[in-house]
């Protein structure tokens, strides 16, 4: 389709003959269903001494490999073979903030506002999502809808601004319980002042905006019932003096709580090569990103992304084997079929339970 770049990021391809060696072979225990494609999600309850891996896998031409066997998959952790425990082939409810850069170009914005209630059309009864927008600052929404309904109303409400806010003030920080100055729970307030522009120099508060995003999910899922991911909708542009936090506390967050990115660069993301904080953030927890140029093409990369979050495999194990005084360990998932692709979080960050 004309305007749209069908390109996933080439993460992590794993082929059969990466098993390694002198490692044992996996135990090979009774499959499950293969993932469903339509139908309701499955509930699942996983042991809270378990980590929880999501597991997307696709072939040479990008789509995703429906029919793999538990036996087919081996898991590794800190270069150490796990035992997988549990094994789930089906569609699971996804908790997702939406997340939109609220600095673009003019002609850029106007394809995203356009094409914005065609998310809803990719979710299933059973999922929720909070619209949230960020420039400088990070502007937190009604909260999370499940009713269809009310998030078509406001995403079709969702105006991105021509003229995006400055920072937070100083008193407003001191004053507030915030991240980045804002609150997590609701808009964060106007302040008075002039933008801040620095010719030549990006603006916009990316790192912080994932941080927020974050926040708003980690305590979303108790039950470890659900998927949660941050759906990101930008150019891909960050500038690192406007953000409190950096990279690589932000993925910290993000692996301590299984949170995946799943990014869609907009406009000239792609040919201007601005999409690289994008694909970082989607390789290191597992997601995804595309790159769509027109409102149509978006639309499409909507479902995609939502029909690929949904139905990931999902593994899970009791870390056996592994120096437990650690506070990130890797994770490796490998699969004993050839020529195919797995996009899975790099590891986690060990808290009161594993993720």
């Known amino acids: 389709m004309a305007g749209a770049l069908f390109l996933s990021a080439p993460f992590a391809r794993l082929d059969a003959q990466t098993t390694g060696q002198g490692v044992p072979p996996a135990t090979r225990e009774q499959s499950s269903?293969?993932?469903a494609q339509q139908g309701g999600p499955t509930t699942i309850r996983i042991p809270v001494n378990q980590?929880?891996?999501?597991?997307?896998?696709?072939?040479?031409?990008?789509?995703?490999?429906?029919?793999?066997?538990?036996?087919?998959?081996?898991?590794?952790?800190?270069?150490?073979?796990?035992?997988?425990?549990s094994f789930i082939a089906e569609p699971i409810a996804i908790s997702m903030v939406?997340?939109?850069?609220?600095?673009?170009?003019?002609?850029?914005?106007?394809?995203?506002?356009?094409?914005?209630?065609?998310?809803?059309a990719g979710l299933s009864l059973n999922d929720e999502a909070w619209v949230c927008r960020f420039d400088q600052r990070f502007h937190a929404g009604k909260g999370f809808l499940s009713d269809q309904d009310k998030l078509l109303t406001e995403l079709k409400r969702t105006r991105l601004d021509e003229e995006p806010s400055a920072g937070p003030s100083t008193a407003a920080i001191a004053n507030s319980p915030s991240i980045n100055g804002h609150s997590a729970t609701g808009d964060a307030p106007n302040m008075a002042g002039p933008n801040i522009n620095i010719k030549g120099q990006p603006t916009k508060a990316l790192d912080d905006a994932v941080y927020a995003a974050a926040q708003l999910l980690k305590d979303r899922d108790p039950e470890r019932m659900r998927r949660k991911i941050i759906f990101?909708?930008?150019?891909?542009?960050?500038?690192?003096?406007?953000?409190?936090?950096?990279?690589?506390?932000?993925?910290?967050?993000?692996?301590?709580?299984?949170?995946?990115?799943?990014?869609?660069?907009?406009?000239?993301?792609?040919?201007?090569?601005?999409?690289?904080?994008?694909?970082?953030?989607?390789?290191?927890?597992?997601?995804?990103?595309?790159?769509?140029?027109?409102?149509?093409?978006?639309?499409?990369l909507y479902a995609r992304v939502t029909e690929e979050a949904r139905n990931q495999y999902t593994l899970a194990y009791a870390p056996s084997g592994t120096d437990r005084g650690l506070e990130y360990h890797s994770i490796e998932v490998r699969v004993r079929r050839q020529g195919l692709t797995i996009l899975t979080r790099e590891g986690y960050y060990a808290g009161a339970t594993p993720r």
């Open 33 to 35: 269903p293969a993932p």
């Open 51 to 85: 980590v929880i891996v999501p597991v997307t896998v696709k072939d040479g031409a990008g789509r995703l490999v429906p029919d793999l066997r538990r036996d087919e998959f081996r898991v590794f952790e800190d270069n150490v073979e796990q035992k997988i425990a």
């Open 98 to 120: 939406v997340l939109i850069d609220n600095d673009l170009n003019s002609r850029d914005a106007k394809q995203v506002e356009q094409s914005l209630r065609a998310i809803v």
């Open 232 to 300: 990101l909708i930008s150019d891909g542009v960050n500038g690192p003096k406007f953000n409190v936090n950096n990279y690589d506390t932000v993925l910290k967050e993000l692996l301590r709580y299984n949170i995946a990115v799943y990014g869609i660069g907009v406009g000239s993301a792609f040919f201007e090569r601005r999409f690289e904080r994008l694909s970082k953030y989607a390789h290191d927890t597992g997601g995804d990103v595309y790159y769509g140029l027109k409102s149509r093409a978006m639309e499409e």
